[in-house]
């Protein structure tokens, strides 16, 4: 089956500065590539997606690239504030596995002030 | 906006002892799942429901665990007797025709088995 894997677990970054979060993903079939946004004590929400078709999306401060090739994708935020703190997940999703998602790690970004 | 809510927010049991976590999807939703994460790990997929059956279920859904719509709000997961390793937290989630995509989390049940 799908495995994920995410890095780094943790990211420390100055406010205004950008953060990248890498995952690698394991199954050639994936098609659908979201990324979830959790905040301590609060529900995974989804931030952005990207399908297979497309290289890259993005919306506003935040972005992702897709690599089917090498197999991995990537989320970067620009320009990050404080509110930007939050757990991070990856996922992966294929057309031959139907409803289900797997996951990434986690990364756990902390933006200092 | 509408949102998929999940109660008890924190459920203690014993060991061997049933338990039964309630969701409400979002009432448009068509498709209904399970994710559970143990502290510090990934967030697991469990299982998949579609049409009033499982669509698909990981191996960690085995004959422990089932689900439940038994009306036309709530969906169920029970967990039949529990063991110490189904400690985690237990998410449900709700996607309209769009399925795995545009994903609706709850809050989740925080299971503590002791």
């Known amino acids: 089956g799908e495995n994920v894997e995410q890095h780094p677990s943790t990211l420390s970054v100055q406010e205004g500065d950008s953060a990248v979060i890498k995952c690698t993903y394991s199954?050639?079939?994936?098609?659908?590539f979201p990324w979830y946004k959790q905040e301590l004590g609060k529900r995974p929400q989804l931030i952005i997606d990207?399908?297979?078709?497309?290289g890259e999306k993005k919306d506003q401060r935040i972005a992702v690239t897709l690599n089917k090739t090498a197999k991995h994708f990537s989320l970067h935020i620009t320009e990050t504030q404080p509110e930007d703190s939050a757990v991070y997940f990856c996922?992966?999703?294929?057309?031959?596995?139907?409803?289900?998602?797997?996951f990434g790690g986690g990364t756990r970004l902390m933006v200092k002030p | 906006e509408p949102e998929v809510t999940q109660t008890p927010s924190h459920q203690v049991t014993q060991m061997g002892q049933e338990v039964i976590l309630r969701c409400v999807p979002i009432?448009?939703?068509?498709?209904f799942y399970w994710y559970r994460q143990i502290l510090g790990q990934k967030v697991e997929f469990l299982v998949s429901?579609?049409?009033?059956?499982?669509?698909?279920k990981s191996e960690i859904f085995d004959d422990q665990f089932s689900v439940e719509r038994p009306d036309g709000s709530n969906f169920t997961l029970k967990i039949r007797s529990t063991k110490l390793e189904d400690s985690a937290m237990y998410f449900c989630?709700?996607?309209?025709?769009?399925?795995?995509?545009?994903?609706?989390f709850g809050s989740g049940t925080q299971l503590s088995v002791l």
């Open positions: 429901f579609y049409n009033n059956e499982i669509s698909e």
């Open positions: 989630a709700s996607s309209d025709w769009a399925g795995v995509e545009k994903l609706f």
């Open positions: 009432s448009n939703h068509l498709y």
């Open positions: 996922a992966a999703s294929s057309s031959n596995a139907g409803n289900m998602l797997t």
């Open positions: 199954d050639s079939a994936s098609n659908y």
């Open positions: 990207i399908r297979s078709n497309v």
